[in-house]
């Protein structure tokens, strides 16, 4: 079964940046749709970003122009590029395909406060 781990969260003030990564145990990115998703306190699990197989992007509008996704077939790692981060980011990041049809990681914790 394959297994998802996320990693570069933290504490960060209102303007800053935060770049996130997602590794899988098994060879898969290359072929699958890939997102990010997160989850606030208190509120449902939202989409954030998405990436195909072949490169193309797409974004929620609450992140649009800040927020940046990738993915590194090689390396088998889909990062988020968070800059201009905002309170209303704050919340667990999970990465997933885009319709959740994988185990979800622990997640990364990413805090927006000053």
């Known amino acids: 079964q394959v297994q998802l781990v996320e990693s570069g969260g933290g504490l960060v003030q209102p303007g800053g940046s935060l770049r996130l990564s997602c590794t899988a145990s098994r060879s898969i990115f290359s072929r699958i749709a890939m997102g990010w998703h997160r989850q606030a306190p208190g509120k449902q699990r939202e989409l954030v970003a998405t990436i195909t197989s072949g490169g193309s992007t797409n974004y929620a509008d609450s992140v649009k122009g800040r927020f940046t996704i990738s993915r590194d077939n090689a390396k088998n790692t889909v990062s988020l590029q968070m800059n201009s981060l905002k309170p209303e980011d704050t919340a667990v990041y999970y990465c997933?395909?885009?319709?959740?049809?994988?185990?979800w990681g622990q997640g990364t914790q990413v805090t927006v406060s000053s």
């Open positions: 997933n395909t885009v319709g959740a049809a994988l185990p």
